[in-house]
């Protein structure tokens, strides 16, 4: 597996890539495609698609923090899904020698449930934290997530740290 950088929706596979982002993830939940734009050009701000055997199967957008990676969205090709690819990428960032945070909806319906499973799975711990994520749009208000990290539980310090940097950073 091996993932590249993208730092513009016109590169190859960058239309298909923010198609895929636009149906895995609600309208609340998605940078209007202005911001994404620019956000793309930011050097802490990854794009990144995933490739197994050459085939796309997936993309990670992350930040890379000095002490920690955030995984703002993860998504697979839904015709990839349940094949291996979500685990092998995770390890991939993982293996970077960081902390990762990402964030899940509260584990309430079956999706949801089993999402957690999924980075539970993969090494990942719910923080208990409350947490609120700002809104990407002006007609939304933020919403109630769920952080998990790897390997490792977040101390307060930590949290408070990840979350700074979400609002300074990410969402700024």
Request: hydrophobic fraction near 35%; aromatic fraction near 14%; include cysteine.
């Amino acid at each position: 597996m091996i993932t590249q950088r993208i730092i513009s929706l016109k590169s190859p596979n960058g239309i298909a890539a923010y198609e895929l982002y636009k149906r895995s993830f609600p309208l609340n939940e998605q940078r209007i495609q202005s911001s994404q734009k620019s956000i793309m050009k930011n050097p802490l701000y990854h794009f990144d698609l995933i490739f197994a055997d050459n085939k796309w199967v997936g993309e990670i957008l992350y930040w890379e923090a000095d002490d920690f990676l955030y995984v703002e969205h993860f998504c697979i090709c839904e015709k990839e899904r349940g094949n291996g690819y979500g685990a092998e990428a995770l390890s991939v960032i993982a293996s970077q020698g960081k902390s990762v945070i990402l964030e899940i909806d509260p584990p309430e319906d079956d999706v949801s449930i089993r999402r957690k499973g999924f980075y539970e799975k993969n090494g990942f711990v719910k923080n208990d934290f409350s947490h609120i994520h700002p809104a990407y749009r002006k007609r939304f208000d933020g919403h109630k997530l769920v952080v998990m990290s790897y390997p490792n539980a977040l101390s307060r310090y930590e949290y408070d740290e990840f979350y700074r940097f979400l609002c300074n950073s990410v969402m700024n």
